[in-house]
């Protein structure tokens, strides 16, 4: 199927062997994606493929100077494709890291970054708590400074590699210490060995995933851990977000593509009123019309991450576009898929209704569809003469 987009140096290359390892994964993937645990095997390969150092800088192993929001996102359309669980394993370390990278003292840095590159250490972003999810300003957790340290207190839910990570990158209230910080949200980078870190479950997803809550009891953590300055926390995060809502973009066009596939294919061979199905109208508007949703956003996503490549928090609004337009049609582009494959898109475990059930998610996290589209409307009206 063609792309539309024809891709120069160094991303026909990165492309080309992120097609060629997802593809290694396929004997795994159903496996790997029905677990909530992480896949051994799949973190292994993902390790030895290299493809991980693009989610970290140069200067700390990375695959370039700075994390390259295309590359990362061509991986992630190549991944998600074929596993959403190696998806999850190399998005994370980028997700989690982010804000270390962009924020962190040199020392931190130095300290986690080229564990995170070679997939040593897995990394987590720890956001979400069971009365705040959209609004980050609900945040309950607190950083309270005790002389050369700080003392976290709170629970975080849904928390992508809990139980896995080496570290957690938290988002806190900062209740007391310098002036300008106090009240606001400060982000801290706290090593899961800690005492008073502990994990547990959280509820098992129509899609499993590696998930849990993260408790903080008391938790002493050097006053060196912080990331960026007293509540001006939220700065490294919505900087993560810029990149990694793109790269969310990739992963719902790679998803569509391949449930498209699997029903292209389904409609090419299966005959009824004596013609193959794709030859049927409504069967070849719905594959026509969801080719036309997988061309398009592809098309913007690479565009909104070739521009965040340049300035991620200058095209933040590019990257909500992107995020939003890629995961609703993927959404659509599955249904319709599980349409033109009628009772064999309903089976369970099928390729197809894998994706069925993978497509959810993608609406809700890193920015439910309807809160980023009140910042995206906002834009369009400052933008409208
Ligand atoms: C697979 C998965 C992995 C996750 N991993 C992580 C992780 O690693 N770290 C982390 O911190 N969190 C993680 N989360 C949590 C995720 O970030 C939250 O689910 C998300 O932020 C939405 O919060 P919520 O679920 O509490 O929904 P709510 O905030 O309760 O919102 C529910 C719905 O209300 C609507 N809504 C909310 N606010 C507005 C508004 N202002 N305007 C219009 N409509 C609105 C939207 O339709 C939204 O979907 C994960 C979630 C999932 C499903």
């Known amino acids: 199927m063609t792309s539309l987009t024809r891709l120069e140096e160094p991303y026909a290359s990165i492309q080309t062997e992120a097609r060629a390892f997802a593809g290694s994964l396929e004997p795994v993937a159903a496996e790997a994606d029905a677990s909530n645990d992480v896949h051994h095997g799949v973190l292994t390969a993902l390790r030895r493929s290299g493809l991980i150092r693009h989610t970290v800088p140069g200067a700390f192993g990375g695959?370039?100077?700075?994390?390259?929001p295309f590359a990362v996102c061509l991986i992630r359309e190549q991944l998600m494709s074929v596993c959403s669980h190696a998806d999850s394993l190399f998005a994370l370390q980028g997700i989690g890291s982010f804000a270390l990278a962009t924020a962190g003292s040199r020392e931190l840095q130095e300290a986690w970054l080229p564990r995170v590159a070679t997939g040593e250490v897995l990394a987590a972003l720890a956001l979400t708590e069971p009365e705040a999810g959209s609004d980050l300003k609900g945040l309950r957790t607190t950083a309270r400074r005790d002389g050369d340290a700080v003392v976290i207190d709170g629970r975080k839910?849904?928390?992508s590699n809990a139980g896995e990570a080496g570290f957690y990158t938290v988002l806190a209230k900062e209740?007391?210490?310098p002036a300008e910080g106090a009240g606001g949200l400060s982000a801290f980078l706290v090593p899961a060995d800690l005492p008073g870190v502990s994990t547990s479950p959280a509820p098992e997803l129509i899609a499993p995933h590696v998930l849990g809550d993260v408790h903080f009891d008391h938790v002493i953590v050097p006053a060196g851990h912080r990331i960026g300055q007293p509540g001006k926390g939220l700065g490294p995060v919505?900087?993560?977000l810029a990149v990694f809502r793109i790269s969310v973009a990739g992963a719902a066009v790679g998803l569509a593509q391949r449930a498209l596939e699997e029903a292209t294919r389904h409609a090419r061979s299966r005959e009824?009123?004596?013609?193959?199905?794709?030859r049927l109208g409504p069967v070849a508007g719905l594959l026509a019309t969801s080719w036309a949703d997988v061309a398009s956003t592809r098309l913007l996503t690479h565009a909104a991450a070739r521009l965040a490549g340049e300035d991620p928090r200058a095209h933040l609004e590019h990257s909500s576009l992107a995020k939003l337009a890629a995961t609703e049609a993927c959404s659509r582009v599955v249904d319709r898929c599980v349409q033109v494959m009628g009772r064999w898109g309903l089976v369970h475990e099928s390729r197809i209704e894998r994706c069925y059930r993978q497509a959810r998610a993608m609406r809700i996290y890193e920015g439910a569809s309807e809160v980023i589209s009140l910042g995206i409307a906002r834009q369009l009206a400052e933008e409208v003469a």
Do not use: C, K, W, Y
């Not at 695959?63 to 390259?68: F, I, K, L, N, T």
């Not at 009824?272 to 794709?278: A, E, H, I, K, M």
């Open 63 to 68: 695959a370039s100077e700075q994390v390259d």
């Open 272 to 278: 009824q009123f004596n013609r193959p199905l794709v």
């Open 157 to 159: 839910s849904f928390i």
């Open 238 to 240: 919505l900087a993560t």
């Open 175 to 177: 209740e007391s210490g």
